[in-house]
């Protein structure tokens, strides 16, 4: 089994900063590309960034020159680095993956069960 676990949510004030992590456990032979996502009350889930296996990055528009995303393959974690917060980046922040478990078969995604991020204004 592979697990997805997220920390370092919390309450902060605007233009403060957090740093979220995650990291992968279980039966893992390769990871691929690590995402964030994140979803607002009441809004759809929407990708905030994405790193693949060779360390190249993408950003949601919202977020480009306040957040970075890195990982460390070593340790199988991926973090977010989130500074300039503002209150529209209040959500619930997913970690996903794409995980190949044996070195026979296809990487399947995987997501962690989210941590709350509040931005106060």
């Known amino acids: 089994q592979v697990q997805l676990v997220e920390s370092g949510g919390g309450l902060v004030q605007a233009g403060g900063f957090l740093r979220l992590s995650c990291a992968a456990s279980g039966s893992i032979f390769s990871i691929y590309a690590m995402r964030w996502y994140r979803q607002a009350s009441g809004k759809q889930r929407e990708l905030v960034a994405d790193?693949?296996?060779?360390?190249?990055?993408t950003y949601a528009d919202s977020v480009k020159g306040r957040f970075t995303i890195s990982r460390d393959s070593a340790k199988n974690t991926v973090s977010l680095q989130m500074n300039s917060l503002k209150p529209e980046d209040t959500a619930v922040y997913y970690c996903?993956?794409?995980?190949?478990?044996?070195?026979?078969?296809?990487?399947?995604?995987?997501w962690g069960h989210g941590t709350q991020v509040t931005i106060s204004s």
């Open positions: 790193i693949t296996r060779g360390g190249t990055t």
């Open positions: 996903n993956a794409d995980i190949q478990a044996h070195p026979i078969g296809a990487p399947i995604g995987y």
